[in-house]
């Protein structure tokens, strides 16, 4: 059974500091996905990370795949209170429409 | 373009009794799924099709049923609903034509009383 453990679940901080979330897995992944989820929302994809080693910006958020893809992280670069919310990494493999989602990250940022 | 359109948004059903929560797609999607999502443990698999005619189980399967009678449409069932499936369920779909994007639906609120 393929899983992925993300973390932290909980990350409280002030505006203007910068953070990581983790997802690892001892599987291979074909892709690496991250959503923010609002309350209330289904997930809102943010990125999809295919090539292992593979950076991707979005704006104050940086996304790292894993050189053997089987990990990845998210940094937010002076975190804002729009950041607010929750982060999930998903993990694709071959077979298309399917996902392992890691268990979420709960992000408050205070003003 | 409505993308995926989950009804009802919430219900509250007695223990035993059985619900169909609907799922509807107008993206020509080949593969829908079903997911659902508990505090702390993200979103887990229950069923997904990669076509008309075609399911498989995924990782909490058991206490529902799903067909996929066309393309657009991939309901779920409760067949005899217990307080364990209270949660928030999720319908997504995804397709090469989009990519492989998976698009999620708002969510259907579900609590087993």
């Known amino acids: 059974t393929q899983l992925l453990e993300q973390s932290p679940q909980f990350l409280s901080i002030q505006e203007g500091e910068n953070l990581t979330v983790y997802c690892n897995s001892s599987s291979v992944f074909s892709s690496l996905q991250w959503y923010r989820q609002e309350p209330g929302e289904g997930p809102v994809l943010l990125v999809t990370v295919v090539t292992g080693g593979e950076v991707k910006k979005l704006k104050r958020l940086t996304f790292q795949f894993g050189d053997a893809r089987k990990d990845s992280s998210l940094h937010i670069t002076a975190a804002q209170p729009g950041d607010t919310g929750l982060y999930l990494c998903?993990?694709?493999?071959?077979?298309?429409?399917?996902?392992?989602f890691g268990q979420g990250t709960e992000l408050s940022v205070k003003p | 373009n409505a993308g995926v359109t989950q009804t009802p948004k919430f219900q509250v059903l007695k223990t035993g009794q059985s619900m169909t929560l609907q799922c509807a797609q107008d993206m020509n999607h080949e593969y829908m799924s079903w997911y659902r999502q508990d505090p702390g443990m993200g979103l887990r698999l229950i069923h997904y099709s990669v076509g008309a005619g075609i399911t498989d189980q995924g990782e909490v399967p058991n206490g529902y049923n799903v067909s996929r009678s066309t393309t657009e449409d991939f309901p779920l069932r409760l067949l005899s609903a217990a307080p364990s499936q209270t949660s928030v369920y999720f319908c997504?779909?995804?397709?090469?034509?989009?990519?492989?994007?998976?698009?999620f639906g708002e969510g259907s609120w579900l609590t087993v009383v």
């Open positions: 997504a779909s995804s397709g090469w034509r989009s990519g492989n994007t998976i698009y």
């Open positions: 998903a993990g694709a493999g071959n077979q298309g429409g399917k996902l392992i």
